[in-house]
């Protein structure tokens, strides 16, 4: 398995502001994915960070808006850009080994509201 | 389209009642089933992997089987710290080799002392 941290747990932003949400792998992972939590509803993909390339965005999001990075295969960040209050929601990012094992184990989780 | 839907939306059993949480799904080919547990104000917890039809899997109190249209988590003899919601997840086959799940929108089961 592996252990998945997120910085900040939570964070409380103005409207028209920008934040940087980081995912630190405790192991190299092949997959790593963002998603999205609004309360009391369940996640939605926003993309898959592929090391060395461009994300791979679902349909309704878009890098101008959520920009996103993977340096290496054991870290990857998530920009929420020009943030409106219809952004506040907890942003999850994933790992997972692909091909060798489907299973994606997920971060605790960064619970945005902005005002 | 792929869809999850999960049934019920929310359960509340005694401690000791047994129950079984409803998965659906609907995918063009299935690569592999999952079940998450999330606390709340966590991010969710991996439980099973299914990948075949008459699949079973057990950890504790929690079984997950596996059908080719639906899957069920049986909890056996709950205790209260079983309380959290319950996410389902398919992933089908893609020639792209996308590895992206589908979720459901959850049970949220409470178990009472």
């Known amino acids: 398995s592996a252990v998945i941290s997120q910085k900040p747990s939570r964070d409380i932003c103005q409207r028209g502001t920008s934040l940087t949400i980081q995912c630190q792998v405790d192991?190299?992972?092949?997959?790593m994915f963002w998603y999205r939590q609004q309360p009391g509803q369940s996640l939605t993909l926003i993309a898959t960070?592929?090391?060395?390339?461009?994300?791979?965005?679902e349909s309704g999001f878009v890098i101008d808006k959520f920009p996103i990075s993977r340096p290496n295969l054991t870290f990857s960040t998530l920009t929420v850009s020009n943030m409106s209050p219809e952004d506040s929601s907890i942003y999850l990012c994933?790992?997972?080994?692909?091909?060798?094992?489907?299973?994606?184990?997920f971060g605790p989780g960064t619970r945005l509201t902005v005002l | 389209e792929d869809q999850v839907t999960q049934s019920p939306e929310a359960l509340r059993l005694q401690e000791g009642e047994s129950s079984s949480l409803n998965c659906s799904y609907t995918?063009?080919?299935?690569?592999?089933l999952f079940w998450y547990r999330q606390d709340p104000g966590k991010g969710p917890e991996f439980l099973f992997t299914?990948?075949?039809a008459g699949e079973e899997k057990e950890k504790e109190r929690l079984k997950a089987t596996l059908t080719k249209k639906e899957s069920f988590l049986h909890i056996t003899a709950p205790k209260p710290e079983d309380s959290a919601t319950y996410l389902c997840?398919?992933?089908?086959?893609?020639?792209?080799?996308?590895?992206?799940?589908?979720f459901g929108s959850g049970t949220r089961l409470q178990v009472q002392p």
């Open positions: 994933s790992g997972g080994q692909g091909e060798s094992t489907d299973t994606q184990y």
């Open positions: 192991s190299q992972v092949t997959m």
């Open positions: 960070a592929n090391q060395g390339s461009e994300a791979t965005y």
């Open positions: 995918v063009s080919g299935l690569r592999g």
């Open positions: 299914l990948y075949s």
């Open positions: 997840a398919v992933l089908p086959y893609m020639d792209t080799g996308r590895r992206a799940l589908t």
